[in-house]
């Protein structure tokens, strides 16, 4: 990301990386600060949740550049999810599972995480293109209301709890068996039936 936004300064456009948290290893952040780029980046260190909210409103991106390992690949980042909260376009890493999710929900746009200037023409992009950079915002922020939720997952996760259920038509009989071997008073399982079976 430093890179890149030396990349972009470079070909003529005013940005600026604000990145917030803590490095880790520590001994990253020297090496970042090395970097030519290093000159446009705000690093802010740890924000509580209302800076966080006030930097994201005056932010025109969101970056969820992730290196593709593995454990990345095949899953998603609560920051996008954020960003997308936030009503942000996210230039995302271009891992299969995240551009059939950002480009689905046309939210944003998806780059080799590895290359400064596929990174640096996506925020070019996205500074050149306000209207449709703005309409990726509000589409990622429609999809977290109506799609993307805590109260939308645990609809589903019930749901899938209830056909677990129904295609267990022995659970309850194993249920019903269970408390009739229960000794409620001392809490200890009487053995029911034969153990040889």
């Known amino acids: 990301m430093v890179s890149a936004i030396e990349v972009l300064n470079g070909q003529g456009k005013q940005g600026e990386l604000v990145l917030a948290g803590k490095f880790a290893p520590e001994q990253l952040e020297q090496e970042m600060k090395q970097q030519k780029g290093w000159s446009h980046v705000d690093h802010k260190g740890w924000l509580s949740r209302g800076e966080v909210k ?7 991106a969101g970056l969820v550049l992730i290196r593709p390992e593995p454990r990345y690949m095949v899953s998603y980042p609560i920051k996008l999810f954020e960003y997308m909260a936030a009503g942000l376009p ?3 890493s271009n891992f299969p599972l995240w551009e059939d999710f950002v480009i689905g929900n046309h939210c944003g746009l998806c780059v080799d995480p590895l290359d400064p200037d596929a990174v640096a023409g996506a925020m070019r992009w996205i500074m050149e293109h306000p209207e449709e950079a703005k309409q990726m915002g509000e589409n990622g922020r429609k999809a977290v ?3 993307y939720n805590w109260e939308k997952e645990s609809q589903e996760l019930v749901a899938l709890y209830e056909r677990l259920a129904m295609a267990d038509n022995r659970s309850l009989k194993w249920g019903e068996q269970a408390d009739e071997g229960m000794d409620f008073k001392s809490r200890s399982v009487k053995t029911v039936g034969n153990r040889n079976n």
Do not use: G, M, Q, R
């Open 90 to 92: 996210s230039i995302a």
């Open 54 to 60: 006030d930097v994201l409103d005056e932010s025109t």
């Open 145 to 147: 209301i109506e799609k």
